[in-house]
Structure formats: structure tokens, C-alpha cells
């Protein structure tokens, strides 16, 4: 996944300056943006597939399933397994 400072500088903005028309467009920073785009795929496979948490973490670019799974549970309520149960 590319940092926000080479998004922004391959389209010839300033990170900062990205930031605020990333903002403006879309409603949120782009950091909020990744996490809830990832947090709507993580629904998506925990109700649609038999894959394991740890295997979703890793399919949506964590390294870390503990850390998946706290993030997960702020962002959405519960945590991963409920959401499945």
C-alpha cells in the first residue's frame, strides 16, 4: 500500500495539500478512509468465507491479528468472531 506522501507526490501535491483535498471530496481523511474500506471488506469475508481471523488480517494487509481484531472491534462494536457467530 503506497504511504499518503507518495500518493500525493504522484499526482503532484503536497501531502498536506492532498490531504485537504482528499478531505474535501470524499468526507474524510484518507487514513479513515483505508480503515473503513477495510473494515467493510473484513465484514464482507468473516460473513462470506470460512477464512480465519488471522487470515483476513493478513489478506487486508495487517501483520498483526491481535491488532486487526482490536482495531476491528473499535471501528465496528464487536469483535470479528461475534460478527461471524
Known amino acids: ?19 485537504r483535498v482528499f478531505k474535501k471530496i ?3 481523511a484518507p487514513q479513515e478512509f483505508l480503515l473503513n474500506a477495510r473494515m467493510n ?3 464482507l469475508l468473516l460473513r462470506e468465507t470460512a477464512l480465519s481471523v488471522k487470515e ?9 491479528a491481535g491488532f486487526f481484531s482490536n482495531q ?5 462494536g464487536q469483535a470479528p468472531t461475534a460478527l461471524r457467530s
Open 1 to 19: 500500500i503506497p504511504s499518503l506522501a507518495e500518493l500525493a507526490e504522484d499526482i503532484g501535491y503536497s501531502a498536506d495539500h492532498f490531504m
Open 72 to 76: 476491528f472491534r473499535r471501528k465496528v
Open 26 to 28: 470524499m468526507g474524510c
Open 41 to 43: 471488506k473484513a465484514r
Open 56 to 64: 483476513i488480517a493478513l489478506q487486508l494487509g495487517y501483520c498483526n
